[in-house]
């Protein structure tokens, strides 16, 4: 167990920098483990692709419930959890690709990421809401989907900010004169 956590979190790593396409032996490498210990966990790249993203994918739906406890108010969470959403997305080169394949594999897991993150997105949407943080009426899948298309340009364009772009959608969902509303972020 403790290779396969080290065999994620090195994967992990090589895929933000070099791609799903990464080879092999890097991931070896960075996690310190030889190609059979890898392929024993794994015997696909596949098999890794969607191991890492499913690892992923828990810890930012696991994070929502605690940053809503933690967070100062409804709205903060909502943001904080927005942000480690960005970070999934554009830190993930190739995972558009994967998710888009033919791979019954990579088509589960698509259904899997939306299985999971949009009850927690619902659930911090609903929390904000019911604070007067934000307008009624926003859909977990809607929101997701808008800040997913926000952050697709980035790959192609070092001058695009998407994170950015996803502070404005925030503010824009904002009610006027919501409680502890910083307007400056």
Known sequence: ????????????????????????REIAARAGVGLGTLYRHFPTRADL??????H????????????????ASPFDALRQWIDLF??????????????QSDDDRFAALHTHFLDR????????????????DI??????????????????GR????????????ELLLQGLRRPHAPDGDDTR
């Open 56 to 71: 992923q994918i828990e810890a930012c739906a696991e994070a929502g419930p605690s940053l809503l406890a933690d967070a």
């Open 117 to 132: 993150l949009m009850p927690v997105c619902a659930q911090l949407l609903d929390a904000a809401t019911d604070a007067g």
């Open 135 to 152: 307008r009624p009426g926003i859909q977990p899948y809607e929101l997701m989907r808008g800040i997913g298309n926000l952050c697709v």
């Open 1 to 24: 167990m403790r290779n396969q956590r080290t065999l994620l979190d090195a994967a992990a790593e090589v895929f933000v920098t070099s791609g799903v396409d990464a080879p092999i």
């Open 155 to 166: 790959d192609g364009d070092p001058r695009y900010d998407p994170r950015r772009l996803v």
């Open 49 to 54: 692709v969607t191991a890492v993203y499913r």
């Open 86 to 99: 960005v970070d999934f997305l554009v830190t993930k080169h190739g995972l558009a690709d994967a998710l």
